[in-house]
Nanobody, 121 residues
Framework: QVQLVESGGGLVQPGGSLRLSCKVSGIRLDYRAVGWFRQAPGKEREAVLC????????YWEHSAKGRFTISRDNAENTVYLQMNTLKPEDTAIYYC??????????????WGQGTQVTVSP
């Protein structure tokens, strides 16, 4: 059974930083696409960043606008999202996702339950 457990969310002031983690079990991350998504209240789910499992290229960087960085540790089977210079509009539930295949896409196969990120003074 594949499980993804996000952690690291919380309340942070504008301009602050957070590092989200996503521990994956039941499937190895090697050569698989891994991504972060978010959903703000009243809005549709939005792709944040994704790493292609074959060439390790990062996709959807326009969404992160240089403030976020995705990384993964295949040995630990964990995916990270480093978020800097946070803004109130970054407030959302953040989800990590993993696919069986290497290509990044909006509907990756396996999803975590999400972690709340709130950016407020």
């Amino acid at each position: 059974q594949v499980q993804l457990v996000e952690s690291g969310g919380g309340l942070v002031q504008p301009g602050g930083s957070l590092r989200l983690s996503c521990k994956v079990s039941g499937i190895r991350l090697d050569y698989r696409a891994v991504g972060w998504f978010r959903q703000a209240p009243g809005k549709e789910r939005e792709a944040v960043l994704c790493i292609n499992g074959r060439d390790e290229r990062t996709y959807w960087e326009h969404s992160a606008k240089g403030r976020f960085t995705i990384s993964r540790d295949n040995a630990e089977n964990t995916v990270y999202l480093q978020m800097n210079t946070l803004k109130p509009e970054d407030t959302a539930i953040y989800y990590c996702a993993v696919d069986f295949y290497s290509a990044c896409r909006d509907d990756l196969e396996y999803w975590g339950q999400g972690t709340q990120v709130t950016v407020s003074p």
